[in-house]
């Protein structure tokens, strides 16, 4: 994760912290449901951060494995060997 996902993410976890303090305060109906509302909206902001933040990092994964010429420089053969290749047939 980079530092501006990181920061946007802890921003948002740290919003929803508060909202949901404020929530346990004496509101109106109007006050309630607006922090309501914008505590869903973080909650919403935070998961698109986090799916984001995950197909990023997945990507990433296959890239330096997949992609990278050291990964293709190390084949590696998983059929097995005939056994009279080394004189080990009947």
Known sequence: MNHQAAFSKFVCERN??????????????LERDFIQRR?????QA???LVT?????NHAEANR?????????LFHVNLRPRSAGRYGLAA
């Open 16 to 29: 929803i912290e508060r909202y949901e303090r404020m929530l346990h305060t004496p509101l109106t109906n």
């Open 39 to 43: 505590v869903a909206e973080e909650r």
């Open 46 to 48: 935070l998961a698109q």
């Open 52 to 56: 984001k933040n995950d197909a990023n």
């Open 64 to 72: 330096s494995v997949f992609g990278s010429r050291s990964s293709r």
